[in-house]
C-alpha cells in the first residue's frame, strides 16, 4: 500500500515599514493583504516585522537593527509559538524550531536592496510585486493569460538579473527569477536582449490572440443578440461566487486571493429577453503593479465589451472604501470608468447578527442610495439582483403585436425564443402575440413571417 507523502509546509515572515504618510489603518490593511497573497501562494506566515521611518533604507529597505533582529529571528529564534494550531506542527525533540523559507516584504524593492537584504538575513526576500506574479504564474490557464503573465515576469526580472547572478554561492546556486522558479527557462541565464526578444514574440502572440478573441465575440454578439454584463472588484469580493449564482454555473470558489485568473463567460439563469452574458474579471488589490495592470488589459477586456458593470464589494471589511478607490482607478486606467455601474455590497450576512446586518444595510443605502446590499448565498436576494439586472436591459425594449398565419406556425418558436410574450390569442387566420424585444428583432421577425405567410 503507496503511503500518501503529505507536502511540507513553506513559512516565511513578513516585514515592512511604515511611512509617516500611512495611517494605522491603510498600513495594517497593506499586511493583511499581504498576508492573504501569502496563503495563496502556500507560506505560513510565522511572524512580522514592523519598522516606522521617515524613508526606505536605500541598502536593504529596512535599517540596520531591525535587519539584524530578522537575522536572528530566522536563524536562532524561530519558534512555533504562533503556529499553536497549525496542523503542521512538528513533534518530538526540535519541536520548537521552525525553518523561513521567505522574507515578504510589503513594498516593491530594487534588485539591490533584495539582494543585500538576502545577504544579510541569509533568507529569500520577495516583494510584494513578486508574490503577486507567482500567484499569477501559478494560477494562469488560458494562453492568453499565461503569455501575459511571462511577459510581465520578464520584464520584472530583466533589471535583477545582475543581482541575481551575484548570489550564485561557492556551488554553482543560482536563482530564477520571481519565486526561485522559471517559466520553462532558466531566467539568470537569459541575458537583457533575450528578455527582449522573448517579450516581443509573446506581445505579437497576444495580439494574434487578441484578433482571435475579437472575432469570436462579433460572432456570438450577432447570433446571440448579446448584453453583456460583466462582475468587477476587489479580489476575494464575493464575485465568483455571485457569478455561480446568478448564472448557475459550477465555477471556482476558493477563499484565495486570485483563485482565478481567466474570463469566465456564462448566460443569465434562468434565461431572460435579451439573453444577458454575465462575465467574471480577475479581481484587484491595492497597489497591483502597473505592468501588470498593463499586460492584463486583455484579462478585463469583457469589463470593457460589457453594457452593464456589477462592482462587488465586501460589505465586511471595514475598509471597503479602499476596495471602492482601488476598482475606480483600475477601472479609469483601462478606460471602463464611462460604462453605467451597479455597487453591490456582498457578504453583508458576515456582518454580525440580524441586527448589525439590518443597521449596516441602512447605512450603505443612505451613503449609495442606488446600491444592492446582499448575500450571494441567499436565493431571494440573488433573485431581486437578477430582476434588476434584466429590468436595464429591457428599458429599451418595445412593444408591438406580432401576427403569425396558421400556415406558418412552425416560426412560433422563434417568437418565444426571441421575445417576451406578453399576451397571446388567435381568430380563424392565424395567432396574434403582443410582445416585448429589441426594435431591430421584432423588425425582422415580423418581416421574415410576411415572407412566409
Known amino acids: 500500500m503507496q503511503r500518501e507523502v503529505k507536502e511540507k509546509p ?11 504618510s500611512v495611517t494605522d489603518m491603510e498600513f495594517e490593511a497593506s499586511l493583511s493583504e499581504l498576508r492573504e497573497l501569502a496563503k495563496t501562494l502556500g507560506f505560513e506566515i510565522v511572524r512580522t516585522f514592523i519598522q516606522k521611518r521617515s524613508s526606505f533604507d536605500t541598502t536593504a529597505y529596512l535599517g540596520v537593527g531591525k535587519r539584524q533582529e530578522i537575522q536572528h529571528f530566522v536563524n536562532h529564534e524561530a519558534e512555533y509559538a504562533e503556529l499553536a494550531d497549525s496542523p503542521h506542527s512538528p513533534q518530538g525533540a526540535n519541536a520548537n524550531v521552525c525553518e523561513i523559507d521567505a522574507i515578504l516584504v510589503d513594498h516593491e524593492i530594487s534588485p539591490s536592496q533584495a539582494r543585500n537584504l538576502e545577504k544579510e538575513v541569509g533568507c529569500e526576500v520577495m516583494d510584494r510585486t513578486m508574490v503577486i506574479l507567482e500567484i499569477f504564474h501559478n494560477n494562469a490557464r488560458s494562453r492568453a493569460a499565461r503569455a501575459q503573465v511571462e511577459i510581465a515576469r520578464l520584464g520584472y526580472m530583466a ?12 556551488q554553482g546556486r ?8 522559471g517559466g520553462g527557462e532558466s531566467h539568470t541565464e537569459l541575458d537583457r536582449r533575450k528578455i527582449r526578444d522573448r517579450i516581443a514574440e509573446l506581445q505579437q502572440e497576444i495580439v494574434a490572440m487578441d484578433v482571435e478573441r475579437q472575432t469570436q465575440r462579433a460572432r456570438r454578439q450577432e447570433r446571440q443578440g448579446l448584453a453583456g454584463v460583466a462582475l468587477v472588484g476587489y479580489t476575494n469580493a464575493g464575485k465568483s461566487t455571485l457569478m455561480r449564482a446568478l448564472t448557475g454555473s459550477d465555477v471556482l ?12 463567460v456564462r448566460a443569465l439563469h434562468p434565461e431572460s429577453v435579451p439573453r444577458v452574458l454575465v462575465s467574471d474579471t480577475v479581481g484587484f488589490i491595492k497597489n497591483l503593479p502597473h505592468g501588470l495592470v498593463a499586460s492584463f488589459k486583455s484579462t478585463l477586456d469583457e469589463a470593457l465589451d460589457a453594457s452593464l458593470l456589477l462592482h462587488v464589494i465586501d460589505a465586511s471589511d471595514p475598509g471597503f472604501e479602499r476596495q471602492l478607490e482601488v476598482t475606480d482607478k483600475v477601472l479609469a486606467e483601462i478606460g471602463a470608468d464611462v460604462l453605467p455601474r451597479l455597487r453591490i455590497f456582498n457578504k453583508i450576512d458576515h456582518v454580525g447578527d440580524a441586527a448589525a446586518q439590518a443597521e449596516c444595510t441602512a447605512k450603505l443605502r443612505a451613503q449609495y442610495p442606488d446600491c444592492v446590499v446582499m448575500s450571494a448565498r441567499r436565493p431571494d436576494e440573488v433573485a431581486g439582483l437578477r430582476q434588476r439586472i434584466v429590468a436595464f436591459f429591457q428599458q429599451d425594449l418595445v412593444e408591438t403585436e406580432l401576427f403569425l398565419r396558421w400556415s406558418a406556425q412552425q416560426l412560433r418558436g422563434d417568437i418565444y425564443a ?16 403582443r410582445v416585448r424585444g429589441e426594435a431591430d428583432m421584432l423588425a425582422r421577425l415580423r418581416e421574415r413571417f410576411q415572407q412566409a405567410g
Open 10 to 20: 513553506r513559512y516565511a515572515v513578513v516585514a515592512a515599514v511604515q511611512l509617516p
Open 159 to 170: 533589471p535583477r538579473l545582475r543581482e541575481a547572478a551575484k548570489l550564485a554561492g561557492p
Open 174 to 181: 543560482q536563482r530564477s527569477g520571481a519565486g526561485g522558479r
Open 253 to 264: 470558489v476558493a477563499n484565495k486571493l486570485f483563485a482565478t485568473l481567466d474570463t469566465t
Open 418 to 433: 426571441n421575445c417576451e410574450v406578453l399576451e397571446e390569442r388567435a381568430d380563424g387566420e392565424g395567432a396574434f402575440f
